[in-house]
């Protein structure tokens, strides 16, 4: 027997399942990459190079330069070198030393005539210098004029700089525990010196740092910071 073919309403509602089945879902929009405008990209990198460039650079300063200890021995208990590291617990004064500086022997003689302790010099030019000397005998210091005129009778270089002297400057300052220096500043004819003087101990103790003119002008912030790294110490302390 035949099979009864379906009506043409049933071959339609197939062929309407078949189409939908089949059917491919709508393709979704093609979205494009976010790029973000040249001037913002440059303006970004801007401000980051600014940022980088105001952060403060470290400081390689510090290694550059060695702390000296000082004993202000007299000229009978004076040996020489003796190795700094041996003054640390009997120092009575301190100051920095640039590294690569020379440190010359003082003599008994220096030491008993004008009280020389301690000097350093710039190998590479030896009238570039700090040099620490002190005097017993003294409680306070004098007026300030009167000080640097002392330290002139017992150093002729001292004396021909001060006389020869374009300006000679000083002011009075005291540190945190309440101690007394004088600073001295005299721009001579062909050299420059800082000088600093205290009094601890029943002694005067005083820091010269000097150089020729040309050097002065090369290395002025280092040798500024020379002068002031001078202080007293107190040995118990230690």
């Given at each position: 027997?035949?099979?009864?073919?379906?009506?043409?309403?049933?071959?339609?509602?197939?062929?309407?399942?078949?189409?939908?089945?089949?059917?491919?879902?709508?393709?979704?929009?093609?979205?494009?990459?976010?790029?973000?405008?040249?001037?913002?990209?440059?303006?970004?990198?801007?401000?980051?190079?600014?940022?980088?460039?105001?952060?403060?650079?470290?400081?390689?300063?510090?290694?550059?330069?060695?702390?000296?200890?000082g004993t202000a021995a007299s000229a009978a208990n004076y040996g020489g070198y003796g190795g700094n590291a041996d003054k640390k617990a009997t120092a009575e004064y301190t100051y920095?030393?640039?590294?690569?500086?020379?440190?010359?022997?003082?003599?008994?003689?220096?030491?008993?005539?004008?009280?020389?302790?301690?000097?350093?010099?710039?190998?590479?030019?030896?009238?570039?210098?700090?040099?620490?000397?002190?005097?017993?005998?003294?409680?306070?210091?004098?007026?300030?004029?009167?000080?640097?005129?002392?330290?002139?009778?017992?150093?002729?270089?001292?004396?021909?700089?001060?006389?020869?002297?374009?300006?000679?400057?000083?002011?009075?300052?005291?540190?945190?525990?309440?101690?007394?220096?004088?600073?001295?500043?005299?721009?001579?004819?062909?050299?420059?010196?800082?000088?600093?003087?205290?009094?601890?101990?029943?002694?005067?103790?005083?820091?010269?740092?000097?150089?020729?003119?040309?050097?002065?002008?090369?290395?002025?912030?280092?040798?500024?910071?020379?002068?002031?790294?001078?202080?007293?110490?107190?040995?118990?302390?230690?």
């Amino acid at each position: 027997m035949a099979s009864a073919l379906p009506s043409p309403s049933a071959l339609s509602s197939i062929a309407s399942s078949a189409a939908v089945a089949v059917a491919k879902p709508p393709p979704k929009p093609f979205l494009k990459p976010h790029h973000k405008p040249l001037s913002t990209t440059l303006a970004a990198a801007a401000a980051a190079a600014v940022l980088l460039s105001a952060a403060p650079a470290p400081s390689f300063a510090d290694p550059m330069f060695n702390l000296y200890y000082g004993t202000a021995a007299s000229a009978a208990n004076y040996g020489g070198y003796g190795g700094n590291a041996d003054k640390k617990a009997t120092a009575e004064y301190t100051y920095e030393v640039p590294e690569g500086w020379k440190e010359r022997l003082v003599s008994k003689v220096e030491k008993g005539t004008n009280g020389t302790d301690s000097e350093f010099y710039n190998p590479k030019k030896r009238s570039e210098r700090e040099y620490l000397t002190f005097l017993s005998g003294f409680r306070a210091l004098a007026p300030v004029d009167a000080v640097l005129s002392n330290l002139a009778l017992s150093d002729v270089g001292l004396q021909d700089q001060i006389a020869t002297a374009d300006e000679v400057r000083s002011q009075e300052r005291k540190d945190d525990d309440g101690q007394l220096y004088y600073a001295y500043e005299i721009e001579g004819a062909g050299s420059h010196s800082l000088i600093s003087v205290t009094c601890a101990r029943n002694k005067l103790y005083a820091h010269f740092v000097t150089a020729p003119n040309l050097d002065w002008s090369r290395d002025q912030d280092m040798l500024r910071r020379l002068h002031d790294s001078f202080k007293t110490v107190d040995p118990s302390s230690s």
